[in-house]
């Protein structure tokens, strides 16, 4: 077959492009550490939400020193819990599960993205270094109400934090 | 000579008729993106407020009558003219051919119907689950019943092409497919073997459920399916413009095609790559592990492989058509390109913003870089450039070349048609940018309006209200570009025949020959069944795991019908 | 639309799409300086990020 000299270069070419892409993408998976959502939230069956020791009582709970979980229900059309407050500097896993159609939970203007897809649970861990407050939305059309589906995540500050948790006892 | 309307009559009845549904839906589609560009920026919205459905109707209408029935009429037209002229030879049996025809526009009718049933309260129907439908979402029963008449209909055109080329096969003993027909031909392939997973949804899933015959689904696995399906359909809206690209735009330059050979390799590529990626919409989903996204995205980054050939080489075609007209340097030959000829300049245009569209689709294929912009603005700003650029823009191009050959009339206000394409170009210059940047700080798609009452958006530079504005002045842009591209063909078809013994009348339907053409391939590259075989197995290896593992979920458990009609949702 | 205006006709073995290798050089510039601006975007600038 053949082939012009400057195509055969060109076709090196596409191919070192495409190695660099897959390697730059598996370089962040395995070196920095960044996973996809995948099927490690498990499973629940939509009819069983509202009775789940978790997805009953949507909440934020803190599970270790920096660590807090969140379990969430994505409904038509809010989010719950809402607001999420958690204080900077700590690592937040999300729980996520939808008990009538599919929506999106992106908090905007992050990468912070997943899609929440009725029977799964779509887990993602989420560091928030910096205090501030984050606007989240539902990214994927849900039914008419969805351009009202939007939410929050509030980080506090460390001392805002502690005074908080001490106006708690 | 006679042109293509003069040897086949009956083909050209039916290339003029298939244009013309495709161009009814064209217009209709892009009513309903203007009235989506002035609802979300919050110019004019006359269709109802946040608690009507209407935008979502609107969005429906204009998803799957641009995507599915403009492109796929169109494709069905190009691909009957490409056969018969290259073949020189008439579709073998008449009345199969009224039987897709047929079937495929009665298909349309019944889902445009179940779309546009949404509009009116008084009607017991409605579809508004975008062009991805969704479960648990679901549509009146019609919406698939119609999409299911359609694409069969469309199987039955594609039987009707291959038979024509096995007729044609029994008197050319030995030699090559000649090459628009190869490309035919394996775009089928690539569509037989897509199809399978949309029709495995709709029959099993999605009718026994809107009919209430199940009560639930699993949504992950009829997504799942969907997208099966989902990616290979934009390579079959792209290969019609390939064929366009390879086989008429060289010779529109003033130049041949650079090489057949690697123009076959790229369309058995497609054959190969575009069903196992589907999972590469899917990179946020829960329930799907992370080693088979990563396994799709490999797939996914390989299939660049063919359409970066494919810019050498269509680029080096035209390239020789400069050079034939005298340009000279590194860039100075482009400027001795036709740029006044619409047909020309319209896939030329279309070309450059597909590469343009090739950057924002290398990023959504980077499984976690693609975690930024998934579901954003930005994703309509990358397939405004692909399908609503590279394809449309494409398509009209084309019709300019091919509508005195189907109508055996001159084409008509050329001033129109030549300022056509670059109305066209500018306008989505400045709509998909700002779509593009939108998304870059978590403006969302597929939303009837997206300001928000708990926080503000932060763009890295410029404004929302710039952005807005940018995406309104596009879409006008467009929308008037469409239209005048719809003049141009009303105009010409109303004109008045050129003989048929022509003269100075003559139109032009030639294409010269490739400068490498297929005897510098091997033969094997004609061996459809092999490379069919191996199309399926590459499916089953990237497909049979997540499937099983999505499926073993339970196939019919996991939500239960939830109807998009306005009475159960204000219930 | 016959509007070609062929100067000389250039066979295949003298032909070399230089300009094409020039334009598609410039393209795969532009493809790498792009995805890595995308990528600092993405990874390297503050805010709330996802790790799993």
Not at chain 2, 67 to 74: G, L, M
Not at chain 2, 78 to 104: C, H, Q
Not at chain 2, 298 to 306: E, I, K
Not at chain 2, 507 to 524: C, F, Q, T, Y
Request: charge should be negative; aromatic fraction near 14%; hydrophobic fraction near 50%.
């Amino acid at each position: 077959m053949e082939i012009h000299k400057y195509e055969k270069a060109w076709l090196v070419g596409a191919l070192v492009l495409i190695v660099f892409f897959i390697s730059t993408v598996a370089y962040v998976t395995a070196v920095t550490g960044v996973d996809m959502v995948d099927e490690s939230g498990g499973t629940i069956h939509p009819d069983d939400v509202s009775d789940d020791e978790r997805f009953g009582d949507p909440r934020v709970e803190q599970v270790g020193e920096n660590e807090f979980e969140v379990y969430m229900v994505a409904l038509q059309f809010i989010f719950r819990p809402d607001p999420v407050e958690v204080p900077e500097g700590s690592e937040v896993t999300f729980y996520i599960t939808s008990d009538n159609v599919v929506h999106g939970y992106q908090i905007v203007g992050t990468n912070v993205n997943t899609m929440v897809i009725p029977g799964q649970i779509a887990e993602i861990t989420v560091e928030f270094d910096e205090a501030g407050e984050y606007g989240v939305l539902c990214n994927e059309y849900c039914g008419i109400g969805h351009a009202d589906m939007e939410g929050k995540v509030i980080v506090h500050p460390e001392d805002e934090w502690e005074e908080m948790q001490g106006g708690d006892d | 000579m006679a042109t293509f309307i003069d040897r086949y009559p009956f083909e050209a009845k039916v290339v003029r008729y298939t244009f013309a549904v495709s161009f009814l839906f064209l217009a209709l589609g892009a009513i309903g993106g203007m009235i989506q560009a002035l609802h979300r920026t919050g110019y004019l919205r006359f269709i109802g407020d946040i608690t009507d459905g209407s935008y979502y109707t609107v969005l429906t209408s204009h998803g799957v009558f641009l995507v599915i029935f403009f492109t796929v009429f169109f494709l069905v037209g190009i691909f009957t003219w490409a056969v018969t002229k290259e073949l020189d030879r008439e579709l073998g049996n008449p009345r199969l051919t009224k039987y897709w025809v047929t079937s495929m526009t009665v298909g349309a009718i019944l889902t445009s119907v179940a779309i546009i049933g949404g509009f009116s309260d008084s009607v017991p129907m409605s579809a508004d689950v975008l062009f991805t439908f969704y479960a648990p979402m679901g549509a009146h029963v019609l919406f698939y019943l119609g999409l299911t008449i359609f694409i069969t209909g469309s199987w039955v055109a594609g039987y009707d092409w291959f038979k024509t080329w096995w007729d044609w096969k029994k008197e050319n003993e030995g030699k090559r497919i000649p090459l628009m027909t190869f490309m035919v031909l394996t775009t089928m392939l690539m569509w037989y073997l897509g199809t399978i997973g949309v029709a495995v949804e709709v029959l099993f899933f999605l009718i026994p459920f809107s009919l209430g015959l199940v009560s639930e689904v699993n949504p992950l696995l009829t997504r799942t399916l969907f997208w099966f399906f989902g990616h290979m359909v934009v390579y079959f809206w792209l290969m019609p413009v390939y064929l366009l690209w390879y086989n008429v735009l060289p010779k529109l330059a003033g130049g041949r095609l650079f090489s057949d050979p690697l123009a076959r390799v790229v369309f058995i590529l497609f054959l190969l790559l575009s069903v196992p990626v589907g999972i590469h919409h899917q990179y946020v989903d829960p329930g799907i592990p992370e080693g088979f996204k990563f396994m799709m995205m490999t797939n996914t980054m390989f299939l660049l492989l063919p359409s970066l050939l494919t810019a050498f080489t269509v680029v080096a075609s035209i390239e020789h058509g400069a050079r034939q007209r005298g340009g000279t340097g590194y860039f100075g030959w482009l400027r001795t390109l036709p740029w006044g000829n619409p047909a020309f300049s319209g896939m030329a245009l279309a070309g450059l913003m597909f590469a343009a569209g090739g950057f924002s689709g290398m990023i959504n294929a980077g499984m976690n870089i693609n975690y930024l912009v998934h579901n954003t603005f930005w994703v309509p700003g990358h397939f405004h450039l692909t399908v609503g650029t590279a394809v449309a823009l494409t398509f009209m191009a084309g019709t300019y070349w091919l509508l005195p050959q189907i109508t055996g009339k001159r084409l008509a206000a050329k001033k129109a048609a030549a300022v056509q394409p670059f109305l066209w170009f500018v306008g989505m210059t400045f709509m998909s940018n700002a779509m593009h940047r939108a998304g870059l700080f978590g403006m969302p798609r597929r939303t009837s309006e997206p300001q928000y009452e708990g926080f503000d958006y932060e763009p890295a530079f410029g404004t929302v209200a710039e952005i807005d504005a940018q995406v309104v002045g596009g879409g006008i842009l467009l929308t008037l570009s469409t239209f005048l591209f719809l003049y141009v063909v009303v105009r010409t078809w109303m004109g008045t025949r050129v003989s048929a013994d022509g003269g100075d009348e003559i139109i032009d339907d030639e294409i010269p020959p490739a400068l490498s053409g297929p005897e510098d391939s091997p033969r094997v590259l004609d061996n459809l069944k092999l490379w069919t075989a191996i199309a399926i197995l590459l499916v089953i290896l990237a497909y049979a795991l997540p499937i099983a593992h999505i499926a073993s979920q339970g196939l019919y458990e996991g939500s239960e019908y939830f109807p998009m009609l306005l009475e159960v949702l204000t219930a | 639309m016959g509007t070609e205006s062929r100067e000389r006709r250039i066979d295949h073995d003298e032909f070399d799409p230089i300009g094409t290798l020039a334009l598609i050089g410039l393209y795969f510039v532009i493809l790498v300086v792009m995805w890595v601006l995308m990528w600092q975007v993405e990874f390297l600038d503050g805010g709330p990020t996802v790790v799993g």
